[in-house]
């Protein structure tokens, strides 16, 4: 159906709210939780800060779990699932066994903005910006990180398992 066929302006209008929403809808936005989540940089930054003044090497493993994430499928979140009856997660992959850390840096910011602004932030965002606060705390680059990623339901063990080797040429 072409739209330049549609004979009333109301029709048209609904059929782009039905249609074309989710693909706006998923885009990503700087402002994304600015009335939301007003406070979540704040909540970020502090613990990344007290993370980071417990043990400075936590900033390095934020931003190489943030790869990890982005590596298999996008930011999505995957790399933070843990392994069910149904899904092999992505944690116990070659390239991340024993390896990946901080987890839990990431876990307690998502209570505590579950306390802020309670089923709001995914963990994909909280991610994202915990690598930016820690490299930058770290005093390396600052980026602006566009938000609104939806957490993945699924995660992959063989995709993670293509992750580069160290051993590569
Ligand atoms: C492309 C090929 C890459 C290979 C083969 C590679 C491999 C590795 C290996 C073997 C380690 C040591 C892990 C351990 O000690 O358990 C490591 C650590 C690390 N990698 Fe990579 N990496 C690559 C790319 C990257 C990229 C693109 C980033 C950043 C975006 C990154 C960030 C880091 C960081 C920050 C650490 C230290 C993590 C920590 O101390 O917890 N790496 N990498």
Same mark, same amino acid.
């Given at each position: ?35 939301t ?10 613990n990344?800060?007290?993370?980071? /003044?417990?043990?400075? %090497?936590? #900033?390095?493993?934020?931003? =190489?779990?943030? !790869? ?7 930011? +999505? ?11 092999k ?5 070659r ?32 991610? /994202?910006?915990?690598? %930016?606060? #820690?490299?930058?705390?770290? =005093?390396?680059? !600052? ?7 939806? +957490?993945g ?17």
């Amino acid at each position: 159906m072409e739209c330049s066929s549609i004979k009333h302006p109301f029709i048209f209008l609904f059929f782009c709210l039905v249609f074309l929403s989710p693909l706006v809808c998923s885009q990503l936005y700087y402002n994304f939780y600015d009335t939301t989540c007003p406070s979540l940089t704040r909540i970020v930054r502090s613990n990344v800060l007290s993370a980071m /003044a417990n043990e400075t %090497r936590i #900033a390095a493993s934020l931003l =190489r779990l943030h !790869f990890h994430d982005c590596f298999v499928n996008g930011c +999505d979140g995957s790399v933070l699932l843990d392994d069910t009856s149904t899904l092999k997660g992505e944690k116990n992959a070659r390239p991340n066994q024993n390896s990946i850390r901080g987890f839990e840096v990431i876990d307690k910011i998502k209570s505590a903005l579950e306390v802020a602004c309670p089923s709001t932030v995914s963990c994909a965002d909280i991610l /994202a910006l915990a690598a %930016r606060e #820690a490299v930058n705390f770290s =005093r390396g680059p !600052f980026w602006s990180v566009p938000l609104g990623r939806r +957490d993945g339901t699924t995660a992959s063990e063989s995709e993670a398992n293509n992750l580069p080797s160290p051993f590569e040429s």
